[in-house]
Each structure stands twice: as C-alpha cells, then as structure tokens.
Antibody, heavy 118, light 112 residues
Framework: EVQLLESGGGLVQPGGSLRLSCAAS????????MNWVRQAPGKGLEWVST???????YYADSVKGRFSISRDNSKNTLYLQMNSLRAEDTAIYYC????????????WGQGTLVTVSS | DIVMTQTPLSSPVTLGQPASISCRSS???????????LSWLHQRPGQPPRLLIY???NRFSGVPDRFSGSGAGTDFTLKISRVEAEDVGVYYC?????????FGQGTKLEIK
C-alpha cells in the first residue's frame, strides 16, 4: 500500500525558513515523479513544485527562488526547503506521487500545515 | 502559465440525478508526446484530494463507472451519471501538459 507522510510544518515568522519532509513507502520511490501541492485555508489547490525521477525540478512562479524541492532516494523521502516565507505561504502542504503511466497525481499524503505569522 | 477555468463554481444536485462540470484551458493541453494531460480530482471536506480521471477519460483504479471524462484540446467535461451522497465535495480539473502545472478554481458539488 502506498503511503506518503508529510512532516515539518508549524508556525514560522515572516522571512523565516522551514523544511518539509514526505516519507514514502509502498512503491519504488526513485522511479516516480513527486510533487508538492498546497491549499490555503478555505481556498483551492495550488501546485507548488515537481521533481522528476531523474532529478529535474520545476516551480510555480509564486515560490521560484524561495523554495527548493529535492529527494533522497536512499531514504525514500521528498523534501521542500522553504525560505523567505510570507504570510501568503500559509497553507496545508501535500506531497503527491504521479501515476506511473501518466502525468497525474494518484496518491496524496494527509498534508502538513504551515502557518506564517508574527 | 495555462489558466484553467471551471464552470459552474457551485452545483446543487438531487441524489440519483446526473451532474456535469466543465473545464476550459487557455491553451491546448495536447503534449508534444501526443497525449492530452487533463485530470480530474475530488476532495471531500478535511481530506486530501483523490484522483478520479487522467488523460481526459481514463478512470483511475477503484473509481466508480458513474464518473466519466470527455473532451479534447481546450474543452473538457466531467460527468457523474447518478449522484450519490459520497460524491459531495469539490472537484478540480488539473493540467500537466506543461511543466508548470495548474488547477481549476474548483466546483463545489452539494446535494439539494
């Protein structure tokens, strides 16, 4: 059974940093495209970042230059390093894996809440 | 970035009746590999999203056959043949044709 477990969320001041982790199990982590998607309170879904199985990375304009996605295939873990955090980054952050045969997120974690506030 | 526009934003439906949600993209979602990367996801309150449909019309594993997807190019539709109580929540279309992925605003399905 595929499991994705996010951690690392919490309260941080504007301008601060956080690193989110997503521990993956139940599939060959190194072979799959992985994503971070966020959802601000009461709002819709916003794609944040994607990392390919080969390590190529992609970012939404809203986080480019501030966030960095990475993966450690030896630990089956996905990361999101978030710097220069702003109030508008407040959201639940979900990690999701793509389906093997297509570009679509088929399994999602339960999410971790990031709150940026003074 | 490709803008995804869903209509309606809210849809009250009667149990057992059909429902339909439209999604329009600002650019064609046909990828250079020939596939069209348009997906539909469903999110119940307090839950993460779950994948329903990928590549316009492919139902994901375990998704009931009352859900169907159709369309081409820039216009797509999700249909529920007979709405059940468990179908309430918000439905999102999502494009992955470009490396910068985008979601629609979401359509809230509620029971009359």
């Amino acid at each position: 059974e595929v499991q994705l477990l996010e951690s690392g969320g919490g309260l941080v001041q504007p301008g601060g940093s956080l690193r989110l982790s997503c521990a993956a199990s139940g599939f060959t982590f190194s072979s799959f495209v992985m994503n971070w998607v966020r959802q601000a309170p009461g709002k819709g879904l916003e794609w944040v970042s994607t990392i390919g199985s080969g390590g190529s990375t992609y970012y939404a304009d809203s986080v480019k230059g501030r966030f960095s996605i990475s993966r450690d295939n030896s630990k089956n873990t996905l990361y999101l390093q978030m710097n220069s955090l702003r109030a508008e980054d407040t959201a639940i952050y979900y990690c999701a894996k793509d389906i093997e045969e297509a570009l679509a997120p088929d399994n999602w974690g339960q999410g971790t809440l990031v709150t940026v506030s003074s | 970035d490709i803008v995804m526009t869903q209509t309606p934003l809210s849809s009250p439906v009667t149990l057992g009746q059909p429902a339909s949600i439209s999604c329009r993209s600002s650019q064609s979602l046909v990828h250079s590999d020939g596939n069209t990367y348009l997906s539909w996801l469903h999110q119940r309150p307090g839950q993460p999203p779950r994948l329903l449909i990928y590549e316009i019309s492919n139902r994901f594993s375990g998704v009931p056959d009352r859900f169907s997807g159709s369309g081409a190019g820039t216009d797509f539709t999700l249909k529920i043949s007979r709405v059940e109580a468990e179908d309430v929540g918000v439905y999102y279309c999502m494009q992955t044709a470009q490396t910068s992925r985008t979601f629609g605003q979401g359509t809230k399905l509620e029971i009359k």
